[in-house]
């Protein structure tokens, strides 16, 4: 049980400073936002102090985190999504589903950049992309494709394909990834109502 509060603890500080440097926030206005001395928030985030309550409550407030992510408290009954970011191919992509299986839906954000090349990849799978803003690159086969916002476009990813940003502009999407065989089921289509009844 001890060793396992050791490796809890030991991991604090590390995970101090990767949010601390990912919010950009330097130890001084940390130091100002929480009233912990610099040299105590140093030696936090290197793991020489051993972090307690009194120390982590206010740093969760500054980080405007919750505290069970500062301790990497396992997963509790909680029913909101705890969304863990993750980078991938120049990209950040956001996990919007949990549950294993099934269709897993993703937000993708292309930051602003030079355009790449193209370097088509092929899997097992369907997706379905819509843009929320910026211009979409999508290379699909031989169909080289570009995406405003508010379009869509299904395909099998046994297909070459590769998508990126169409310009130098950051561009914000959503995936909806199926494996083989699932497809997305459109129940109404634009203009399908008749007589004004739904």
Do not use: C
Not at 52 to 60: G, I, K, Q, R
């Amino acid at each position: 049980m001890d060793e396992n509060l050791d490796e809890v603890l030991a991991a604090v500080g590390p995970r101090l400073k990767a949010l601390r440097l990912r919010r950009d926030v330097t130890l001084t206005a940390l130091a100002e936002a929480t009233g912990i001395s610099v040299s105590t928030l140093s030696r936090l985030e290197s793991g020489q102090r051993r972090p307690n309550l009194e120390l982590l409550l206010p740093l969760a407030k500054a980080h405007q985190v919750p505290l069970d992510e500062l301790v990497g408290a396992p997963a509790t009954g909680d029913p909101r999504v705890h969304l863990r970011p993750m980078t991938a191919h120049g990209m950040t992509i956001i996990p919007l589903t949990r549950k294993p299986g099934g269709i897993q839906a993703y937000k993708h954000i292309v930051p602003a950049g030079p355009v790449e090349e193209p370097s088509p990849q092929v899997h097992e799978g369907y997706e379905w992309l819509y843009v929320l803003n910026g211009r979409l690159r999508m290379v699909l086969g031989s169909q080289d494709l570009v995406l405003g916002a508010g379009e869509a476009v299904e395909f099998d990813t046994r297909v070459p394909h590769w998508f990126g940003r169409a310009d130098g502009t950051a561009v914000e999407f959503l995936s909806l990834f199926g494996s083989q065989g699932e497809r997305m089921h459109v129940r109404a289509k634009p203009g399908s109502r008749k007589n004004g009844n739904g």
